[in-house]
């Protein structure tokens, strides 16, 4: 095995790794507010590139992401007043439909405007054969934007959590619900708050790997199953862990290459997935107290 | 269960009197569309079984039928003729279970007859069912979802990625299934009304037996289990064994349902095994009324039949999925349920 | 002999101490009450008992069988019914079915039988509709049988839940808390009720926040506190016991 092309492989499971840590936290924001998983999660991702892509085509880099991020941001809003905040006690089987559904259509949706067409934003700095070097294994400047802002977000969001008036009133509607309610927080924005926050997670991390993953109208079935399962692997709601296995999952996947057709890519997840639910459903790194009943 | 007996009665009649109008209109090619209208919907009244009664979803029911389509697809059409000489295919073919025939490019394909094709693809499909279920049915809600989702993915990428599977082209020139001499599952233009008859026996068969069993001592356990699946185990309910029993039996009707169609068609493709078509069944089984095998049955013939008369053309998936977000929104008893007034009051209560 | 009896019980979640060292048994055409505090412990040692939780160590015998750790259904079989403390009935089926439900242990109709309505099937299920209509008319709810379960009145489901267990023909019932939440005259009516299944031979444990129906009622009475048995003895000298004593009116101070 070559040693440099095994570093590339790392460094691409590092970026695939990051993306779907991020849904993963998407999960755990709304799951942890609402006890919803939001099947649609990827769509975020999906939604938030290929805007940023069709509004590049007119806008600089930057401001075209920017403007995509909040256009996603103001989708997840409007997909949570339109669809859950209405609903009194709904079942977990009606919620999962609803989400089910709901990914269907914005697929459908995006098929419609964007066609079937593998798009792409442009590398962040420099291009596609552009590399830095660390001790003579080259990598993707791209690879470094993922990483930093990835990192960034997962940072900012703690930071959130632990020191804002919203965040701090999204961990009381987390931790119990009734009493966030009686003491005054509004419970329902908070769920919004909460939709948008992941909405706006998926959607940065959606322009930042796109010059690397590419992007499709499909793309978000898939991210959304690795990112539940990465999300179960961290145990859910616990970020940190999450960040922890997306990168395992996207070197496992990344590595996998080696030893089987890509074709059967997709199945590590699954599997860890069907492993993690069988045997250690708290996750990995989750304590058997976090488990809550569904 | 009287009122069961008439409702059978009369969905006998209107399966006959379809088939009346329909030739004597001319109109026999809605026959076709019927027919496989009535495989899938099959495939529903499984799935009303689980997720309705027994109220376990399953995201992966697709996987079952392609199960069932390609297990019988792949015996019917290997050839064989290059192992002739090996004692497996000697043995079989002793036993009478091989068939020889020429393809439509008059190449001599020696392979499994079809008897074999359907029956093994029930058994592989209770097998795995059985296999997959001990584990999958522990978990509950989101988990549960999640987890057949992730086995109909698995199913899906198999078939997608595999070369006795046909890949992306899927398996075709798949042999009629003859049943007995002069009767077979084939899309002929003259079996076209045997065929239709075929497929309504099948449903009203799996209509009887599964009015039947929801009226009984079974039916009252399922239905405990998806109320307060505690409370059913308090009462001696072996929760986990029924839960097994009756996802391998709705896991079963699935293959059997993808076994006759893809003789029907003459092939099968692997669009049959993605995530959009389990999450189509789940969409039907939902507009009917989840817990209701009349209302399932009326969606799956509706939707499917529209659906196959290329009624929602480009915008097939995108129906399904609005099927799925308004009955859940507005309407989650099920279409044949809604009470118009009521939804309006609910509508502008909230409004 | 015992009809059940426990011995040195553990159960812990996570760091809690659910349950210390509890050890009791049940004597055979008895009433019994078990009584403490708020989280004291009587839920978990029913959900022990019913199979619904594995003790952590500890021994429980019932009708000469050990039973911890068996699946509820089993245990069932065995001849323990339960109620729970918050009413579990089955929505979307009538109160007859509910108490249909009761005789499945007794039943044997499968998958196969059932489809095909085969004629041992149906006298099963007349036999079945019998018996369940003799239960709701012991408890005289017969007019009841058909409506749905969940949207009877509270006091109503809480019958009816009870009907559900009596139609397994227990040897062993579990109560848990079948006053909560009822008023005066149906409390009253319930110490009736529960005197007369005593009477028709079903040994009854009881855990009960209602003093004087369990004063009323019982022939042996058992207090937990924060998962220790601090007494076990006759209702009135329970009533006079120090450290029950101190608990109850701990938990008073505690309240005011
Ligand atoms: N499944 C569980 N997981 C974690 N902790 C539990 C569980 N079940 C019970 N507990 C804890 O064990 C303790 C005893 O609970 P239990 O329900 O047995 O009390 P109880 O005596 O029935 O109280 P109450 O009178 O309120 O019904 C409580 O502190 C409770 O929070
Ligand atoms: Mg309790």
Redesign the pocket.
């Known amino acids: 095995m070559n040693i440099e092309l095994f570093f590339q492989y790392i460094a691409g499971g590092i970026t695939y790794g990051f993306i779907y840590a991020i849904v993963a936290i998407g999960f755990n924001i709304i799951y942890n507010t609402t006890g919803i998983i939001n099947f649609a999660q990827g769509e975020f991702v999906m939604l938030g590139s290929m805007t940023a892509i069709t509004l590049n085509a007119f806008l600089p880099l930057p401001v075209a992401i920017v403007l995509s991020v909040l256009i996603t941001m103001l989708v997840g809003a409007v997909i949570e007043i339109l669809f859950f905040r209405w609903l009194e006690s709904p079942t977990v089987l009606r919620m999962i439909i609803i989400t089910i559904g709901l990914s269907i259509i914005i697929r459908e949706i995006a098929l419609a405007i964007w066609g079937v067409n593998v798009r792409a934003l442009p590398y962040f700095t420099g291009n596609e054969v552009s590399s830095v070097s660390f001790w003579g294994v080259h990598i993707s400047p791209q690879v470094l934007w993922v990483i930093g802002v990835c990192s960034m977000m997962v940072l900012a969001l703690q930071l959130f959590f632990k020191y804002s008036r919203f965040g701090r009133q999204m961990r009381a509607c987390a931790d119990n619900r009734e009493a966030a309610r009686l003491c005054g927080i509004n419970t329902k924005n908070m769920v919004t708050l909460s939709f948008v926050l992941s909405a706006g997670m998926g959607a940065t991390a959606g322009c930042v790997v796109s010059p690397i993953t590419y992007s499709q109208y499909n793309m978000g079935v898939p991210l959304a199953i690795k990112g539940f399962t990465v999300a179960i692997l961290g145990g859910l709601g616990n970020s940190l862990a999450a960040v922890a296995g997306g990168l395992i999952l996207g070197i496992l996947e990344s590595l996998s290459v080696w030893i089987m057709p890509s074709a059967y890519k997709d199945a590590i997840a699954i599997s860890i997935l069907l492993l993690i639910l069988f045997f250690r459903p708290r996750g990995l790194f989750g304590r058997k107290?976090d488990l809550r009943e569904f | 269960m009287k009122g069961e007996r008439i409702k059978i009665g009369l969905l006998c009649l209107l399966l006959v009197l379809i088939d009346l109008i329909t030739t004597s209109v001319a109109r026999t090619y809605y026959l076709t569309q019927l027919t496989m209208s009535l495989y899938y919907t099959l495939v529903v009244l499984g799935l009303v079984l689980l997720m309705g009664y027994a109220g376990q979803i399953s995201l992966g029911h697709a996987g079952f039928f392609a199960i069932g389509g390609y297990t019988t697809a792949v015996l019917s059409t290997y050839n064989l003729l290059k192992y002739k000489d090996s004692a497996v295919v000697k043995v079989s073919s002793e036993l009478g279970l091989l068939t020889l025939r020429e393809n439509l490019y008059g190449e001599q394909i020696l392979s499994f007859h079809p008897w074999i094709g359907v029956l093994l693809s029930l058994v592989i499909a209770a097998t795995v069912a059985y296999l997959i279920g001990i584990p999958v049915l522990k978990l509950k809600g989101h988990y549960l979802a999640m987890a057949t989702l992730g086995f109909g993915i698995i199913v899906y990428r198999i078939v997608l990625g595999t070369p006795i599977f046909g890949e992306a082209d899927g398996v075709s020139d798949v042999p009629p299934f003859v049943i007995l001499p002069g009767l077979s599952i084939s899309g002929q233009m003259d079996e076209r009304r045997a065929n239709y008859y075929i497929a309504s026996l099948l449903v009203v068969v799996v209509v009887y037996l599964m009015t039947n069993l929801i009226n009984s001592r079974v039916g009252r356990a399922l239905r405990a289990i998806h109320g307060a699946e505690d409370a059913a185990e308090s009462a001696g309910v072996d929760t986990a064994e029924y839960k097994l029993k009756v996802f391998v039996m709705s896991a079963v009707i699935a293959a059997l349902a993808g076994a006759f169609l893809t003789h029907f068609n003459g092939g099968i493709g692997p669009s049959e095994a993605s995530v959009m078509k389990s999450v189509r069944y789940v969409a039907i089984v939902a507009a009917g009324g989840m817990a209701s095998i009349w209302g399932g049955l009326t969606m799956a013939m509706l939707l499917n039949f529209l659906s196959l008369r290329g009624y929602f053309g480009q915008y097939d998936d995108a129906v399904f999925g609005a099927v799925l977000i308004l009955i859940m929104l507005f309407a989650p008893e099920g279409l044949l349920r809604v009470n118009p007034a009521g939804l309006l009051k609910n509508i502008f209560k909230r409004s | 002999m015992a009809l059940l009896s426990a011995k040195g019980l553990n159960m812990s979640?996570?760091g809690?101490k659910?349950l210390k060292d509890v050890s009791f048994s049940v004597e055979p055409g008895t009433i019994k009450a078990l009584i403490?505090?708020?989280?004291?412990?009587?839920?978990?040692?029913f959900?022990l008992i019913s199979g619904y939780?594995k003790p952590n160590s500890g021994v429980i015998v019932f009708d000469g069988r050990q039973i911890q750790g068996l699946p509820p259904h089993r245990i069932a079989s065995y001849g323990i019914a339960r109620t729970f403390?918050h009413i579990r009935l089955f929505p979307g089926m009538t109160v007859l079915e509910n108490v249909m439900l009761g005789l499945h242990t007794h039943t044997r109709s499968g998958f196969l039988s059932s489809m095909l309505r085969l004629p041992r099937t149906r006298n099963e299920e007349r036999f079945v509709r019998e018996e369940a209509m003799q239960v709701l008319k012991m408890m005289g709810i017969e007019d009841l049988a058909d409506r749905e379960a969940t949207r009877l009145a509270y006091g109503q489901q809480r019958i009816v839940e009870i009907a559900r267990a009596l139609a397994q023909k227990p040897k062993l019932l579990l109560l848990d808390?079948p006053a909560a939440g009822l008023n005066i005259r149906e409390t009253r009516q319930m110490g009736i009720l529960i005197h007369q299944i005593r009477q028709s031979g079903v040994t009854v444990f009881i855990?009960e926040?209602d003093m004087s129906l369990v004063m009323e009622i019982s022939d042996e009475v058992m207090v937990?506190s924060y998962?220790e048995k601090i007494a076990e003895d006759h209702p009135l000298a329970i009533q006079k016991n120090e450290e029950v004593i101190k608990v109850y009116l701990g938990e008073e101070d505690a309240q005011n």
């Open positions: 107290e | 979640f996570g809690l659910a403490g505090p708020n989280g004291a412990g009587k839920t978990t040692l959900n939780l403390q808390e855990v926040h937990l998962g």
